[in-house]
């Protein structure tokens, strides 16, 4: 069973960083898309960027484009989304997922990130 954990999650104030984590265990391959979606309160969840198996394909979406960057390090089973000068409509629930590219085979259960001005 694979299972994807996140962390890194917590209150910041507008304008500060917070990069999140997310652990991959069990049998998994690395040729696989690195996903980080959200669901903000009373929105549905959407996508916020991509990483391919190799690192070497990104997606960002343009709402959090030039702020935030997903990366990877297959080595270590670890994907990472680095977020920068963060903004209150950044406050949601963030998941990692992996598999297919734009169709996850597998979630995380999600880290709350709140941001307050």
């Known amino acids: 069973q694979v299972q994807l954990v996140e962390s890194g999650g917590g209150l910041v104030q507008a304008g500060a960083s917070l990069r999140l984590s997310c652990t991959i265990s069990?049998?998994?391959?690395?040729?696989?898309?690195m996903a980080w979606y959200r669901r903000a309160p009373g929105k549905e969840r959407e996508l916020v960027s991509s990483?391919?198996?190799?690192?070497?394909?990104?997606h960002i979406e343009d709402s959090v484009k030039g702020r935030f960057s997903p990366s990877r390090d297959n080595a270590k089973n670890v994907g990472y989304l680095q977020m920068n000068d963060m903004k209150l409509e950044d406050t949601a629930v963030y998941y990692c997922?992996?598999?297919?590219?734009?169709?996850?085979?597998?979630w995380g259960q999600g880290t709350q990130v709140t941001v307050s001005s």
């Open positions: 997922a992996f598999g297919a590219a734009g169709a996850p085979d597998y």
């Open positions: 069990g049998r998994t391959f690395s040729m696989g898309t």
């Open positions: 990483v391919g198996w190799s690192g070497g394909y990104t």
